[in-house]
């Protein structure tokens, strides 16, 4: 399942780890930090030239399993991305509640 983010952009469901507010999270001088830290090394990515609103955390790709029993693990030097986004928070959790193909159709 994807989840569309604005503009062209859409992410996996399973690589989205939270979604969060802007002008929530940007209160607390931690999230600042982690947000300009993110940007220093290159791991944001603005989606629209438009207000943001919100920024979606999505865990790096995992490796396969190679045998079976075994976990799962980031690839060596993946980080994680930051995508900001110009859609609300309570947007982007309606539109996981439903599957891509049903909203872009226009079905309730």
Same mark, same amino acid.
């Given at each position: 399942?994807?989840?569309?983010? %604005?503009?062209?952009?859409?992410?996996?469901?399973?690589?989205?780890? %939270?979604?969060?507010?802007?002008?929530?999270?940007?209160?607390?001088?931690?999230?600042?930090?982690?947000?300009?830290?993110?940007?220093?090394?290159?791991?944001?990515?603005?989606?629209?030239?438009?207000?943001?609103?919100?920024?979606?955390?999505?865990?790096?790709?995992?490796?396969?399993?190679?045998?079976?029993?075994?976990?799962?693990?980031?690839?060596?030097?993946?980080?994680?991305?930051?995508?900001?986004?110009?859609?609300?928070?309570?947007?982007?959790?309606?539109?996981?509640?439903?599957?891509?193909?049903?909203?872009?159709?226009?079905?309730?």
């Amino acid at each position: 399942m994807y989840l569309h983010i %604005g503009q062209d952009s859409i992410v996996r469901t399973a690589d989205v780890v %939270g979604l969060f507010d802007l002008d929530q999270t940007t209160v607390s001088k931690l999230s600042r930090d982690f947000l300009q830290c993110a940007e220093r090394e290159g791991r944001t990515t603005t989606v629209s030239a438009e207000l943001p609103k919100s920024f979606i955390l999505c865990a790096a790709p995992r490796k396969k399993p190679r045998r079976a029993g075994q976990n799962p693990a980031k690839p060596a030097g993946a980080p994680d991305k930051i995508y900001i986004s110009q859609i609300s928070v309570p947007t982007l959790k309606k539109r996981l509640a439903k599957p891509y193909s049903a909203w872009q159709s226009g079905e309730n």
